[in-house]
Nanobody
Framework: VQLQAFGGGLVQPGGSLRLSCAASGNIFSVNTMGWYRQAPEKQRELVATITNSGMTNYADSVVKGRFTISRDNAKNTVYLQMNSLKPEDTAVYYC???????????????WGQGTLVTVSS
């Protein structure tokens, strides 16, 4: 099982970007999915998580009402809509998920490869 993130890029301050992350492989179900980010010379930090029933949790100090996490369970995909982006949002964004494979093995804390978001004029 694996995760692959898409959607990073260069955006101007105040702009928007939508990240997506798809789980693939022999998947039975995907439980909690989330987004984390790591800025240069900083530790990785939580951005938001969402359960398979749609309950969300945001790192308010990071998001401050600007980001929205959502998911499409049929596609095993999680999204992060980011609005009003600021230069301090520049980071590599990683998706994370707990996955149950078709053989009922649990794959906890599966990480995607990361996608770079650069906010700059």
């Amino acid at each position: 099982v694996q995760l692959q993130a898409f959607g990073g890029g260069l955006v101007q301050p105040g702009g928007s970007l939508r990240l997506s992350c798809a789980a693939s492989g022999n998947i039975f179900s995907v439980n909690t999915m989330g987004w984390y980010r790591q800025a240069p010379e900083k530790q990785r930090e939580l951005v938001a998580t969402i359960t398979n029933s749609g309950m969300t949790n945001y790192a308010d100090s990071v998001v401050k009402g600007r980001f929205t996490i959502s998911r499409d369970n049929a596609k095993n995909t999680v999204y992060l809509q980011m609005n009003s982006l600021k230069p301090e949002d520049t980071a590599v964004y990683y998706c994370n998920a707990d996955i149950i494979a078709t053989d009922r093995r649990y794959y906890l804390d599966v990480w995607g490869q990361g996608t770079l978001v650069t906010v700059s004029s």
